[in-house]
């Protein structure tokens, strides 16, 4: 195994991997990602570069998080009162968006 520096001193209580991408959930509720962006991932925002160290997801801060889930190019995040938070592709319909979201578009939520 190998220590990952940048999580350092941060209680993490949760970690999920998708396909090229983890998440972590520090005891804090932050939401730490890492890995490819090539759909938006990463919560960093869609022209945000892979990333190599744990990057904090910022667009979450404020909301106390209960759990995250990470898929092969998507993310979610579930807080405390039962909201729901999804972000990267939705090429197969798996945020569950609908409307004006092409199928097969990359697509990164604000929150």
Known sequence: YRKI???AGIKIIQVSCGHYHSLALSEGGHVFS???NSEG????????????????????EGIPLAQVAAGGTHSFALSL??????????RYGQLALSGNNVKGKKIVLSF
């Not at 925002?45 to 910022?58: D, F, L, M, W, Y």
């Not at 009162?81 to 939705?90: A, E, Y």
Request: hydrophobic letters at 30%; charged letters at 15%; proline letters at 3%.
């Open 34 to 36: 890492w890995g490819r």
């Open 41 to 60: 991932q990463l919560g960093l925002g869609k022209n945000s570069r892979s990333q190599a160290i744990p990057q904090k997801v910022k667009s979450l």
């Open 81 to 90: 009162t039962g909201t729901s938070f999804g972000w990267g592709s939705n």
């Open 5 to 7: 520096k940048a999580l």
